[in-house]
């Protein structure tokens, strides 16, 4: 055989030789340079093996060994069971032959490879190759799968807006087959967490706001964390919180309205007043009105009369007893009725249309020990 002939033979062993010497022996010394090409091919083959045995191929592992979520740290490396210690090693990617290098995300320590913050991009094949003086040896390939962190979202009750005074309650909820999540409530997009207190109630996957007021408008989000793996959840979207003023009552005059009050006393007789103010005819408004009358539930009104469970003009000063209260509310009307009985009859005595007489009879029975006072009264 020819040099010429068993060149073509030759590129595989110019890949572990890595050298051109040679194509110098095999082009310059012609065919008597067989015998040492075939004695350099039995010594780089020795070189292929330990104690007689075939270099073994690296093998790679990644850890985590189960899918990757986005954001997680991905380690490979590339283990080769040899007894040389100074093998060199490079990182591939799919099918790209361009080795991975150290930069921001990925980080080459010998043989192991980290990706940090793992993103959908670096789904992929991966593989390794060993490299020993002039013998470089290739892993299998090993599929690297990154999927998205559960999503999460935010609904809110009343699904309205709410009133000053009034309780909201937000849900977090989680789109994990996984129950051992804890919540976090963020306002505004603020990275300070909102805390149970006196306002703000957490309840698990609940944050309930008591005593809404106008300085707790805002944008309200959550996120899930966990001791596994997924360790959180995505951020939810930010949903608005709208806080309004209550409006000012009105009441016509002639429909029918219902009154609730409530009374923090101890005692089970404890008076409530209900103050009705600013009584105003709708008539004044106008002539299309003019059929009914408003009353304005007004506290810049200087005129005011009271409605009370008690029928007294005034309310009671607290911790007035209840049967003082009933002692003077009768002896009231007792007096006003004796009162109009006196107009009448100083009325009529004026006019000249009653005459009084008096006769007094007096009688007495001695047989019976009895007497007795007949006062009798003659209208003419």
């Known amino acids: 055989m020819s040099c010429g002939e068993f060149c073509p033979l030759l590129p595989p062993l110019f890949l572990l030789a890595h050298s051109a010497l040679l194509k110098i022996v095999c082009y310059r010394m012609g065919s008597s340079a067989l015998p040492l090409l075939l004695l350099l091919i039995s010594i780089l083959h020795s070189g292929l093996t330990e104690d007689g045995r075939d270099l073994p191929r690296p093998a790679l592992t990644v850890t985590p060994d189960s899918a990757v979520f986005t954001g997680e740290t991905v380690n490979l490396k590339c283990v080769i069971e040899s007894d040389h210690s100074d093998w060199t090693y490079e990182w591939y990617k799919d099918s790209n032959c361009v080795t991975l290098q150290s930069d921001g995300h990925y980080t080459v320590n010998r043989d192991t490879l980290t990706i940090r913050g793992a993103a959908e991009s670096d789904q992929g094949q991966y593989w390794c190759k060993g490299v020993l003086g002039w013998v470089s040896i290739q892993s299998s390939t090993v599929s690297l799968s990154v999927k998205d962190l559960p999503r999460s979202s935010v609904t809110v009750t009343p699904d309205s807006a709410v009133f000053t005074g009034g309780t909201v309650n937000l849900k977090c909820v989680i789109e994990s087959d996984h129950s051992d999540w804890t919540y976090e409530w963020y306002k505004d997009r603020n990275s300070v967490k909102l805390q149970s207190d006196g306002h703000y109630t957490e309840n698990r996957d609940t944050l309930t706001i008591r005593g809404a007021a106008e300085s707790d408008q805002g944008q309200y989000w959550c996120k899930g964390q966990r001791s596994g793996r997924p360790n959180s959840s995505l951020s939810s979207s930010a949903v608005s919180l709208s806080v309004k003023a209550l409006p000012t009552p009105t009441v016509t005059v002639g429909t029918s309205a ?123």
């Open 258 to 380: 219902a009154f609730t009050a409530e009374t923090e006393s101890s005692q089970s007789s404890s008076h409530v007043f209900l103050s009705v103010k600013d009584l105003k005819p709708m008539s004044e408004l106008g002539s299309e009105l003019g059929r009914n009358a408003a009353a304005s539930l007004s506290s810049s009104s200087s005129s005011s009369s009271s409605l009370s469970s008690s029928s007294s003009s005034s309310p009671p000063p607290p911790g007035t007893p209840p049967l003082l209260v009933i002692g003077v509310s009768v002896g009231l009307s007792v007096f006003l009725l004796l009162l109009i009985l006196l107009v009448l009859l100083l009325r009529h005595k004026k006019k000249g249309l009653y005459h009084v007489y008096d006769d007094v009879i007096k009688a007495e029975n001695r047989n019976k020990g009895q007497s007795s006072l007949e006062t009798l009264y003659v209208l003419n």
